[in-house]
């Protein structure tokens, strides 16, 4: 079972801040990870696929990369918008997901 | 635009067996992708898959949930379900049906998910 673990879980930030997120795998996934943005009452919405292709129409303000285990989620300046929980989810075998990272209004 | 909608009761007795429907409107559900999920995610935590399925019936769970799990496709009908038997409490979440998309195990479309809680 492979598991994903996200850091910070918490991330505080301004609007036009550039954010960082990290995603670590127990395993090597390659480039087998996607990122999810989620808010509250709301289904995710896919962002990232296979670690840094942006799903169309999503603001080329947000971006992805790494391989193997270690990845990174991007925002390069946070707009309102933004504020919400993100996960990663790896899907090299079956599926899994990080617990979320809450990115909220300083 | 393809809409995805779960339905089904939102409370379930614990040992009793919850009966999903997702019906997909906006395009056929044989059509383009191959692959259909479910994903459920418990009040204030976070996502677990469940299992996917394929339009020609193959599919593949959850190992933590393999046993308990039943997904189907009705074509005729545009519409997923999943059957999770033996319910309790732990199974208390919101339940979603989501596209996978084409033929790697991620999804881009979902639905609004619906909250099944598990109590007497």
């Known amino acids: 079972d492979i598991q994903m673990t996200q850091s910070p879980s918490t991330l505080s930030a301004s609007v036009g801040d550039r954010v960082t997120i990290t995603c670590r795998a127990s395993?090597?996934?390659?480039?087998?990870l996607a990122w999810y943005q989620q808010k509250p009452g709301k289904a995710p919405k896919l962002l990232i696929f296979?670690?840094?292709s942006l799903e169309s129409g999503v603001p080329s303000r947000f971006s992805g990369s790494g391989s193997g285990t270690e990845f990174t989620l991007t925002i390069s300046s946070l707009q309102p918008d933004d504020f919400a929980t993100y996960y990663c989810?790896?899907?090299?075998?079956?599926?899994?997901f990080g617990q979320g990272t809450k990115l909220e209004i300083k | 635009q393809l809409q995805l909608q779960e339905s089904g009761p939102g409370l379930v007795k614990p040992s009793e067996t919850l009966s999903l429907t997702c019906n997909v409107a906006?395009?056929?559900?044989?059509?383009?992708?191959?692959?259909w999920g479910w994903i459920r995610q418990p009040p204030g935590k976070g996502l677990e898959w469940i299992g996917s399925?394929?339009?020609?019936?193959?599919?593949f769970y959850n190992p933590s949930l393999k046993s308990r799990v039943i997904m189907s496709v009705d074509t005729a009908n545009n519409q997923l379900s999943l059957k999770v038997n033996s319910m309790t409490a732990a199974d208390t979440a919101v339940y979603y049906c989501?596209?996978?998309?084409?033929?790697?195990?991620?999804?881009?479309?979902w639905g609004q998910g619906m909250l099944v809680t598990v109590s007497s």
């Open positions: 989501a596209r996978r998309s084409g033929w790697h195990n991620y999804f881009d479309y």
């Open positions: 906006g395009g056929a559900i044989n059509s383009n992708s191959l692959y």
């Open positions: 399925i394929s339009t020609s019936g193959g599919s």
């Open positions: 395993q090597s996934i390659s480039t087998w």
């Open positions: 296979q670690a840094s």
């Open positions: 989810q790896q899907y090299n075998t079956y599926a899994n």
